[in-house]
């Protein structure tokens, strides 16, 4: 069965302390790997996806990576604003494409 | 440019009642996905449609849940007789095609059975 652990469950930092988030999947056979960002009584936003070990990824203070069986999300001098869940997901190839399996999350707080 | 809108944003049903969600894609999307978020629980996949087709309905529970997204209008996830283990957020994304991996997910339904 495809799965997806995040650790941790939660991270608080002050702001400028950069740190990294952990997504370890076990999958048969991968199509992709999913990061998302959610806000309290929102729906996840689209950040990332990542297909091959190797790969990185940026936007803003985020950065993406991915290995063959984790992905990071490195957070470089976070800001109050980049307080959220941070979501990870994946994609197998024998489950389509439609099919995201996701974690748990990771409940990000910056403090000021 | 609207996004997915998902109504109501908040329903509260007593048990045995009927809880109808519905969900609008992206102007120009045509693929439709649920996702049901359980308290303390991740996202866990639900339903996938096209316009008048079920694709793949692998994670809906066999009984009291249907779903359906008609020729015209939005997407309406179904569940009747609600019990109190329905409560959770659910979740609608839609996508441009079917290989549009980067979804765009609503804002989602809370439902809360009591």
């Known amino acids: 069965e495809d799965q997806v652990t995040q650790s941790p469950e939660a991270l608080r930092l002050q702001e400028g302390e950069s740190s990294s988030l952990n997504c370890s999947y076990t999958?048969?056979?991968?199509?992709?790997l999913f990061w998302y960002r959610q806000d309290p009584g929102k729906g996840p936003e689209f950040l990332f996806t990542l297909y091959s070990a190797g790969e990185e990824k940026e936007k803003e203070r985020l950065k993406a990576t991915l290995t063959k069986k984790e992905s990071f999300l490195h957070i470089t001098a976070p800001k109050p604003e980049d307080s959220a869940t941070y979501l990870c997901?994946?994609?197998?190839?024998?489950?389509?494409?439609?099919?995201?399996?996701f974690g748990t999350g990771t409940r990000l707080l910056v403090s000021p | 440019n609207a996004g997915v809108m998902q109504n109501p944003r908040h329903l509260v049903r007593r048990r045995g009642q009927e809880a109808r969600l519905r969900c609008s894609p992206m102007?120009?999307?045509?693929?439709v996905y649920w996702y049901r978020q359980l308290p303390e629980e991740g996202l866990k996949f639900m339903v996938y449609?096209?316009?008048?087709?079920?694709?793949?309905e692998s994670g809906m529970p066999k009984e009291r849940f249907s779903a359906e997204f008609p020729k015209e209008g939005p997407s309406i996830l179904r569940i009747q007789q609600v019990v109190r283990g329905d409560s959770a957020a659910y979740f609608c994304a839609s996508s441009r095609k079917d290989r549009d991996y980067g979804y765009t997910f609503g804002s989602g339904t809370r439902l809360t059975v009591v």
């Open positions: 999958v048969s056979g991968l199509r992709g």
């Open positions: 449609l096209q316009k008048e087709n079920i694709i793949d």
């Open positions: 102007k120009g999307h045509s693929h």
């Open positions: 997901a994946v994609q197998a190839v024998n489950t389509g494409f439609q099919k995201l399996v």
